[in-house]
T-cell receptor, first 115, second 113 residues
């Protein structure tokens, strides 16, 4: 199956700083990637759909100016949390859609802690 | 609209006992259904999926699930629980034309030695 990597796996930052998280599709070229957020003991919440070469599509209630998404190539999407605050502390997971297998494959996640 | 409901946020079974995790779906179009497992501080790993082929789907680690249209269910089972099965399990639904996966709230499985 597809392999998806994320970097970094965890990050601690001060309030007000920006953090960039990378998501890479290692097995195939992905025109579409997804970004999810997961709070402790809760399910995944879709934040946005990242489209290669075009603007991301954000879910209702997700601030696009705060969570910047760039999908510059067919294997890389980045999520930048700008001016991070403690309430942004969460587990961020990306996924890649494999249309041939009609499945999403998930990255290992990035745990963000904002102090 | 599509959604899934997972009954039971916590399930405990003894080692060697049957595992049954429940998932019911709602979909206005033929659904594609998935079970994912998540170990602590890790991403989601695909266990199995139903995409309109055989209704009984076998996955990894001895898990299987049966798609029952009449009951709108896709329950996950394993005949004999192992300690390593302790994890969070998520059921998800999508359609063959949709990008978005709709996840259930998850079921935490505890295996008692």
């Amino acid at each position: 199956g597809a392999v998806v990597s994320q970097h970094p796996s965890w990050v601690i930052c001060k309030s007000g700083t920006s953090v960039k998280i990378e998501c890479r599709s290692l097995d195939f070229q992905a025109t579409t990637m997804f970004w999810y957020r997961q709070f402790p003991k809760q399910s995944l919440m879709l934040m946005a759909t990242s489209n290669e070469g075009s603007k991301a599509t954000y879910e209702q209630g997700v601030e696009k100016d705060k969570f910047l998404i760039n999908h510059a190539s067919l294997t890389l999407s980045t999520l930048t949390v700008t001016s991070a605050h403690p309430e942004d502390s969460s587990f961020y997971i990306c996924s890649v859609r494999d249309r041939r297998q009609e499945t999403q494959y998930f990255g290992p996640g990035t745990r963000l802690l904002v102090l | 609209a599509q959604s899934v409901t997972q009954l039971g946020s916590h399930v405990s079974v003894s080692e060697g006992a049957l595992v049954l995790l429940r998932c019911n779906y709602s979909s206005s179009v033929p659904p594609y259904l998935f079970w994912y497992v998540q170990y602590p501080n890790q991403g989601l790993q695909l266990l199995l999926k139903y995409t309109s082929a055989a209704t009984l789907v076998k996955g990894i680690n001895g898990f299987e699930a049966e798609f029952k249209k009449s009951e709108t269910s896709f329950h996950l089972t394993k005949p004999s629980a192992h300690m390593s099965d302790a994890a969070e399990y998520f059921c998800a639904v999508t359609s063959n034309t949709g990008n978005q996966f709709y996840f259930g709230t998850g079921t935490s499985l505890t295996v008692i030695p």
